[in-house]
């Protein structure tokens, strides 16, 4: 099983992208989904989370006020809609399942990746200044 990213592309600072996590619905109905990113040289870091039934959302702080996660329970999709983009955006951004506990993700598992399973290939921004 493998999610499927979609969305990712070039654009200039200040812009907006709107990323999609294609994801099986036996996975989507059940665990709360993560968009990652990595950029060249970096760790792996968590950019936004959303629980199962979307009650509660997760976000990076530098993203916090720009990016937009949310899930569509009809097209078994996650999104992540990505406005005034900045050049320090730019990487390749996954998503993944989390598959650790309810009790773990409250008490703040949802950051470490080794919790997520599924992951996609990922799609790369490029944001230029």
């Known amino acids: 099983v493998q999610l499927v990213e979609s969305g990712g592309g070039s654009v200039q600072a200040g812009g907006s992208l709107r990323l999609s996590c294609a994801t099986p619905g036996s996975i989507f109905s059940t665990h709360a989904m993560g968009w990652y990113r990595q950029a060249p040289g970096s760790v792996r870091e968590l950019v936004s989370a959303i629980t199962s039934i979307g009650g509660s959302k997760y976000y990076l702080d530098s993203v916090e006020g720009r990016f937009a996660i949310s899930r569509d329970s009809a097209n078994n999709t996650v999104y992540l809609q990505m406005d005034t983009l900045k050049p320090e955006d730019t990487a390749l951004y996954y998503c993944?399942?989390?598959?650790?506990?309810?009790?773990?993700?409250?008490?703040?598992?949802?950051?470490?990746?080794?919790?997520?399973?599924?992951w996609g290939k990922g799609t790369q921004v490029t944001v230029s200044s």
């Open positions: 993944a399942a989390y598959v650790g506990s309810a009790v773990e993700y409250l008490g703040g598992a949802y950051y470490d990746p080794i919790k997520y399973q599924y």
